[in-house]
């Protein structure tokens, strides 16, 4: 690996996103973390790891994650259909 080589949480906009692995933070305190939860959550970023323990943050909103080709993996018949029988009730 030479030195030049970028990794998946060296994205072009760190000062803007934050990192996506906090254990790469210069400094690790209680404002720190939460400034980098808060840069990532404003973008849409939701998930956030600190080494191997990931961190999602609630986005109260729609975000394309998981599609319904992602959610079938989960859930054998789509969440929306769940319950309901072949006559519609």
Known sequence: ??????YHWQTQNVKISGVD????LSKIN???I???LKKRYMDDY???YIGSVLISVN????????????????WPIPPD???????GL
């Open 1 to 6: 690996q030479g030195s030049k080589e970028r």
């Open 21 to 24: 692995d906090m254990v790469l």
């Open 30 to 32: 209680e404002d720190a």
């Open 34 to 36: 939460t400034d980098n």
């Open 46 to 48: 939701i998930f956030t």
């Open 59 to 74: 986005p109260f909103k729609q975000l394309p994650y998981f599609t319904d080709r992602e959610l079938g993996e989960f």
């Open 81 to 87: 259909r769940a319950g309901v029988t072949e006559s």
